[in-house]
C-alpha cells in the first residue's frame, strides 16, 4: 500500500474542509501561514499542497492576492457543436447578451478567402458581447462576431438576439440544423477595445476561438470570430480509439 506524501494528505485535508463547509465559487482561501498553523505544518508543506489543488482544477492563484476556489468553466469539447448558452447551462449558468451591432455586409476579398463563398454575397453580421450571470455578478466571458448568409435566414433581424440563441433561431425558425464544425484556437494579447469590453488588462493572454460551422448538405451556416476570457473557458478533445488508433481531430 502506498504511503501519501505529508503534501498530498494537506491537500485531501483541505479540499475536505471545503467541501464540508460548502465553500462558494471565488472565496478565498487563508494564507499560507494561517494554513500552516491551523494544519500543524510548515508552510512549504501547504504551498505544495496548495499546487497539487491548482493542478486539480480545484483552486486557483491570483497574483499578489492568494488563493481562491475556483469557478467552474464553460467547458468546450472540440468534437460537440453546441451554442454557449447550452455550455454554460452544463455548469448551472446563464448566458446574458449584449448586442453591439447588427448589419448587412457583403464578403469581401478576406473574408471569401476563410468562408468559401463568392466575393459581394450577402451575410448578417452580428456582434455581442456575451456575459455569464455568476450569482449576481454579469461578468463579461465572449466577444463574438458570427457571420451569417442572409438567404438562410432572410428575417433574422426581427429576432431578439439579446435573449436568443443564434442555432436555436436556425433551428427552429429555419430547420437548420449543425452538423460539422471546424475550429481553429490559440492565445492572443488583448488589445485596447478587447480589455475593456472584458474587463481585463491591455495585453491579459485571451482565447481566440475561429469557427465554421454547417450543415448536413455542407452549406456554411455560421462563421464565428470570438475572443474569450481564458479565466471562464477550458477546451476539450476526447480522442476515441478505434481499431487501436486514435479518432481524427477538427482543425
Not at 83 to 99: M, V
Not at 150 to 164: K, R, S, T, V, W
Request: charge should be positive; glycine fraction near 4%; hydrophobic fraction near 40%.
Amino acid at each position: 500500500m502506498k504511503l501519501m506524501n505529508k503534501d498530498e494528505f494537506i491537500a485531501k485535508e483541505i479540499k475536505y474542509d471545503l467541501f464540508a463547509s460548502q465553500a462558494k465559487e471565488g472565496m478565498k482561501l487563508p494564507s499560507e501561514r494561517k494554513l500552516a498553523e491551523k494544519y500543524n505544518v510548515q508552510r512549504m508543506t501547504v504551498r505544495l499542497a496548495l499546487q497539487r489543488l491548482e493542478r486539480e482544477s480545484i483552486i486557483e492563484v491570483r497574483q499578489r492576492s492568494g488563493y481562491y476556489v475556483r469557478p467552474k468553466r464553460i467547458d468546450i469539447d472540440l468534437r460537440e457543436i453546441m451554442s454557449l448558452s447550452e455550455k454554460a447551462k452544463n455548469i448551472g449558468k446563464d448566458i446574458e447578451n449584449k448586442l453591439l451591432s447588427l448589419e448587412i455586409v457583403e464578403t469581401d476579398k478576406k473574408l471569401s478567402k476563410i468562408i468559401k463563398l463568392p466575393i459581394g454575397r450577402k451575410m448578417f453580421k452580428i456582434a455581442r458581447v456575451r456575459y455569464i450571470l455568476d450569482d449576481l455578478e454579469r461578468i463579461p466571458v465572449s466577444l463574438d462576431e458570427a457571420y451569417i448568409p442572409m438567404d438562410l435566414a432572410p428575417e433574422l433581424m426581427d429576432y431578439d438576439l439579446e435573449h436568443c440563441s443564434l442555432f436555436e433561431i436556425l433551428k427552429k425558425q429555419y430547420g437548420t440544423v449543425p452538423f460539422k464544425d471546424l475550429q481553429r484556437v490559440s492565445i492572443v494579447n488583448a488589445n485596447e477595445r478587447e480589455a475593456d469590453i472584458l474587463n481585463v488588462s491591455r495585453l491579459a493572454p485571451l482565447v481566440k476561438k475561429k469557427s465554421m460551422t454547417y450543415d448536413k448538405n455542407g452549406e456554411l451556416i455560421q462563421y464565428l470570430y470570438s475572443i474569450k476570457n481564458k479565466d471562464w473557458t477550458s477546451f476539450k478533445q476526447i480522442n476515441p480509439i478505434i481499431n487501436g488508433k486514435i479518432g481524427g481531430f477538427i482543425d
